[in-house]
Structures are given as structure tokens and as C-alpha cells.
């Protein structure tokens, strides 16, 4: 799955979520986490990308630094 098809399968559940809570405003940011979530255990796919409008935090789970998944 390209990284186009997964942005547009993680909006359209995002906005379904939206839609089904009520469209509340000032939650776009829980709905589009939950809806990664709910895409990456449909498609087994790790995902990276990010709200539209919002950044990518930092940290290991965004890329950066020498996360190996390991416990020390």
C-alpha cells in the first residue's frame, strides 16, 4: 500500500469516527490517532504519518534515535 492510499484510508476512518461521535469540535487529533490505530490492525502496516497540519512528535517512535524495540 502506498503512503497516499494509507493517508486516504486513515482520513475517511477518521472522519467516520468523527461522524459517529457527533462531530465534536477540537478532537481531530484523538480521532486521527484512533483511526492510525484501527488501520494498522487492518493492514499489518507500521504507521508514521500525522494529522494533517501536525508535526510528527519526536522520539523514537517517530524515527528518530536508536530505538531497537528491545527491553534493557
Do not use: C, F
Amino acid at each position: 500500500m502506498d503512503d497516499r492510499t494509507l493517508h486516504q484510508l486513515i482520513t475517511e476512518t477518521a472522519r467516520k469516527l468523527w461522524q459517529e461521535a457527533g462531530r465534536p469540535d477540537g478532537n481531530d487529533q484523538a480521532h486521527w490517532y484512533e483511526a492510525m490505530r484501527q488501520v494498522s490492525r487492518m493492514t499489518t502496516l507500521p504507521l508514521v504519518t500525522s494529522p494533517p497540519g501536525h508535526e510528527q512528535p519526536e522520539g523514537p517512535l517517530s524515527g528518530s534515535g536508536e530505538n531497537t524495540g528491545k527491553l534493557s
